[in-house]
């Protein structure tokens, strides 16, 4: 049964670059509409080591969290639905962390698994796009997540070690950086996209659709379109080709960090991680043989979100995305 109560559902995404906070207000099944959103730049995986998290790292993440939690009850919501990612699944002392988390400021985090990570963000990916048959990526700070779409239904995902955070620590030892890092990121990335079986470019087969997320992918889009001088309220279906992606690696190269955070588009807390994520998003194209990809607002937080307003649904993906944003339009406004 579809409810008729409204409800306002929190997400929390806590990532290994950035902490994200989304509110929605929702009539499950019927109609949504975001109220809120709060991004924090957290660098959770930052100096982490064979011992876990940093103590430094630690404290960031604890301030906001407190904080979106503040928030969360000065709405009040009625569901908050909180999450971590690759730094928080990988680290030593992830557990302790948990713990502390958990006790002091009252929120249960579920880790998300590589798999599960990759099937939300193609949740909430495939309830903004019809996407048909075709791949979605999705750069992080920590980790990569490459899902395979068929009949606009996740067949299979894998995640794979190259966040753009975590390949700029791993990688970059000098600013500029040099060739023979450059090199060796490039290896690693290679060696790291082997080990999905079905991303050879005798498997993939051409010309399938490539949407994109997460705020790598995003910040690329937003270089390309402030190129162009182009007049954008979302970055939302921006269309980024792979020659663009080209460009601006041979851009981003050349400069420094300093230097980079004066490129018009791009946000200046992602201007010594962006190039390894355009590394990463270069190589999933040329083994996908695709020539442009779609960039999508949505990802992992509006999948949970979709996985909760669709619980009335055996698979939760709207039937036909366009007509109901039109209905959802109409219902909210």
Sequence with gaps: MIANKSQRISVIDLGSNTARLVILNAVPGHAYRLEDEIREVVRLREGMTAAGLSDTAVARALFTLRLFKRFCDSYP????????????????????????????????????????????????????????????????????????????????????????????????????????????????????????????KKQAKPHRHLVGLGGTIRNLAAIEAARQSHPLNTLHGFVLSRDSVMETIQLLQQLSVAERRQIAGLNRDRADIIFAGALVLAEVMDRLRVNAMTVSKNGLREGLFFEQFWQHLAYPVVANVRRFSVLNMARVY
């Design 77 to 200: 919501v009625d569901l908050i639905i909180p999450t971590a990612t690759s730094a928080v699944r990988d680290a030593a002392n992830g557990p302790a962390f948990l713990q502390t988390v958990s006790q002091e400021i009252g929120l249960d985090l579920q880790v998300l698994d590589g798999e599960r990570e990759a099937y939300y963000g193609t949740l909430g990916v495939l309830n903004e796009v019809a996407l048909g048959n075709g791949y979605v990526l999705d750069i992080g700070g920590g980790s990569a997540q490459l899902s395979k779409v068929r009949g606009n239904r996740y067949e299979q995902g894998q995640s794979v070690p190259l966040g753009a955070l975590a390949l700029s620590e791993q990688f970059a030892h000098t600013d500029p950086i040099e060739w023979a890092d450059v090199h060796a990121m490039q290896q690693y990335i290679a060696q790291q996209l082997d080990t999905i079986p079905w991303l050879t």
